[in-house]
């Protein structure tokens, strides 16, 4: 009223708080709110309305509530009042120990730099400990503009910051925000332990997918950092590099956090030729379930099969559900209704897989041409510019050679046709619904072939 805020009536919200029995509020504060006059309205008044806020909390709603008072506006009322920031904080910092609240919130809308956020954080921090709040907690909140937000949030909790209060996904108001998976395993990324012991971490990616299907009813942006479906299209490097040279990947020093597990890279059971009949016994009942049917006699017949196939000049693909299914049929396995089924869907979609390899193929072959030799091998960096560049940061990079390496099956330097031909097939088996040769090209990648240079490196890591 007239530019100036009042007492009464009550703000809706911390009502509603009371009929509905939320114990825990957040009292949202503007500092330079350009419909109130600061001339008629100081900080001693905002801090004594604060106070009856409070009060009022703390009688009408709960005695034992936890009381958060964000300061929306700080990163701007830091650059034009730093004195009523600093009055404010004071006053929060020097209630008795019976009226103090949880802690404050700090938000920034995305407009200002990682400099001036981080001198904020530490100044307000600072003023906490000096009037002995130590225990008061300072969550920070930043919200997407330029493309910065994470490092902000990053620099604000090094600064002072106590935590994050924000969605598990970057879905918020505005441009989003920067969320708590992203942020979480940042921290574990540098080294933070504190987070594991604090959270359930190793799901903090699919909370995220979740949560922005349920809201968004839709996937996350598939090159969304961490939870989006290219996320880990980069970050394979590192793992490389990790399995190649230290073992499994750990992401702090003596933790059980693995970063393969968090991003959802599964270690399958590989059917090949060296593949033992006890394996693929574990893979059928592992694919299919338990059976009757599935004996370790089924499985020595079918490894009988696999070793006929080779010896007849047949690379076939035994990994996915059709692959095996139809193993377990030429070995003179009992079909079931479910692989039946699975049988049939593969060879539904059989003419459209074999036109998509058949394109891949011609790409194949203009790679293949390029040394001047067309006998269906071509060189490791033309396959890398053929194919796997999406996928890896540059050739020259030692995460890039050693993914090479492992699909390099005879040591020649090459990478032959057969040797991808069958995971090629693999995709289109394992996901026949796809429509072009991009997304088979993705799903071979992504699902198959990097995978299994991951399982590769780490079986030469062993050796």
Not at 24 to 47: G, H, M, P, Q, W
Not at 162 to 182: F, N, S
Not at 223 to 236: C, H, S
Request: net charge negative; glycine share 8%; charged share 25%.
């Amino acid at each position: 009223e007239d530019e100036v805020p009042q007492e009464e009536p009550i703000p809706i919200g911390i009502r509603k708080c009371k009929q509905f029995g939320v114990p825990n509020l957040i009292i949202e504060l503007d500092l330079v709110y350009y419909k109130v006059d600061y001339t008629r309205f100081d900080a001693s008044d905002i801090c004594q309305l604060l106070k009856k806020r409070i009060d009022w909390i703390r009688e009408q709603v709960s005695k034992d509530s936890m009381i958060f008072v964000n300061l929306r506006d700080v990163s701007d009322a830091i650059a034009k009042h730093p004195e009523r920031v600093w009055e404010v904080v004071n006053f929060l910092s020097t209630l008795s120990i019976d009226d103090r609240i949880f802690g404050i919130l700090i938000e920034d809308l995305g407009k200002y730099d990682q400099d001036h956020l981080g001198g904020m954080t530490k100044a307000i921090r600072s003023e906490m400990i000096r009037c002995g709040w130590e225990d008061g907690q300072l969550l920070v909140h930043v919200h997407e503009q330029w493309g910065l937000m994470h490092g902000i949030v990053l620099e604000m909790l090094a600064m002072g910051g106590t935590g994050i209060w924000a969605g598990v996904c970057i879905e918020g108001a505005a441009m989003g925000h920067a969320d708590t998976c992203t942020t979480i395993i940042n921290l574990i990324r540098l080294g933070n332990t504190k987070v594991l012991n604090s959270f359930n971490c190793k799901y903090l990616r699919d909370a995220a997918i979740n949560v922005t299907k349920i809201v968004t009813t839709d996937k996350p942006y598939a090159k969304q950092p961490i939870y989006g479906e290219r996320a880990t299209d980069m970050v394979f490097g590192f793992l490389f590099n990790q399995i190649s040279e230290t073992g499994p990947v750990k992401m702090a020093a003596d933790s059980e956090f693995d970063l393969v597990e968090f991003l959802g890279i599964k270690s399958e059971m590989r059917i090949t030729t060296i593949a033992s009949p006890e394996m693929i016994l574990i893979k059928l009942r592992t694919v299919f379930g338990e059976d009757p049917n599935f004996t370790l006699e089924c499985a020595q017949k079918m490894k009988a099969t696999i070793v006929s196939n080779m010896s007849a000049g047949r690379k076939e693909e035994y990994n996915s559900k059709s692959g095996l299914a139809m193993l377990f049929d030429q070995a003179g396995g009992k079909i079931t209704p479910e692989i039946a089924q699975i049988i049939v869907s593969a060879n539904e979609n059989k003419l459209n897989i074999d036109r998509l390899i058949a394109e891949v193929k011609e790409r194949w072959d203009f790679y293949d041409s390029k040394d001047g030799v067309e006998d269906d091998s071509v060189k490791f960096h033309h396959f890398y510019e053929g194919f796997m560049a999406p996928y890896f940061g540059c050739y020259r990079c030692e995460d890039s050679q050693a993914g090479l390496r492992a699909l390099d099956m005879d040591l020649d330097g090459n990478i032959s046709w057969l040797e991808f031909k069958y995971f090629l097939i693999w995709a289109g088996r394992e996901y026949p619904d796809v429509q072009n040769v991009a997304e088979l090209l993705d799903k071979t990648f992504r699902n198959g072939l990097i995978p299994a240079m991951m399982d590769e490196l780490d079986l030469m890591k062993r050796k």
